[in-house]
């Protein structure tokens, strides 16, 4: 089956810097999607990316699709702690499940 | 507010007693399905119904199945629980296969 390659794992950032993750597939998909999750909690859509080249924000949160459609990447800036949690990439062809990175696990130190 | 209910939060069964995990939906979306997430990795798809269409992943053990009694609910059936089904597990809602709604899941523990 499809897999995508998250990375980094793991990531301890100070308060108030830029954190930067990707995720790479083998193959193409249609939509990529970026979730966060708190221990103890489902995951919860931060960002939907639908289109190649798609630049899309949400607050401090900016992710791209990238233009192959085997790539996307998340970025936040001026990291809080309450940014901590494990960021799941997802990737989607049309009328499939989901399938889901590894995750990055985000501690900010304040 | 419309959401994915899952019930209970936490769940403790013996080794090899049935247990069953509970989901329920007011967004009236028509795809529902399960996932195991163990601690640190990402989420599993199990398996997940598509409208009343039961669609199993090839590599989901025989020990769960899965009841969808109507558009609202679904159910996972755990048959036997071993020591290697502790995990967490979600259930998910979806409008065709957009719109993915998780809910926050059930630990369960296995004694």
């Known amino acids: 089956g499809q897999q995508l390659n998250q990375s980094p794992q793991s990531m301890f950032i100070q308060e108030g810097e830029d954190v930067s993750m990707n995720c790479t597939s083998s193959?193409?998909?249609?939509?990529w999607l970026w979730y966060k999750q708190e221990p103890g909690e489902g995951p919860v859509l931060l960002i939907a990316?639908?289109?190649?080249?798609e630049l899309t924000s949400n607050g401090r949160l900016t992710a791209q699709f990238g233009i192959t459609r085997k790539d996307s990447f998340l970025n936040i800036s001026a990291s809080i702690p309450s940014d901590v949690g494990i960021y799941f990439c997802a990737g989607q062809l049309r009328n499939t499940p989901l399938v889901f990175g590894k995750g990055t696990r985000l501690s900010v130190i304040a | 507010d419309a959401m994915v209910i899952q019930n209970p939060r936490y769940q403790v069964t013996q080794f090899g007693k049935p247990v069953t995990l509970s989901c329920s939906q007011t967004l009236n979306h028509n795809v529902m399905y399960w996932y195991q997430q163990k601690s640190s990795q990402a989420p599993k798809l199990l398996f997940h119904?598509?409208?009343?269409?039961?669609?199993n992943e090839a590599d989901t053990p025989d020990n769960f199945q899965s009841r969808r009694p109507n558009t609202s609910f679904c159910f996972l059936d755990i048959r036997s629980p071993g020591l290697g089904d502790a995990a967490m597990y979600l259930c998910a809602t979806s409008r065709g296969h957009l719109d993915y709604t998780f809910g926050s899941g059930t630990r369960l523990t296995v004694v």
């Open positions: 119904y598509y409208d009343k269409d039961f669609n």
């Open positions: 193959s193409i998909f249609n939509t």
């Open positions: 990316l639908y289109k190649a080249g």
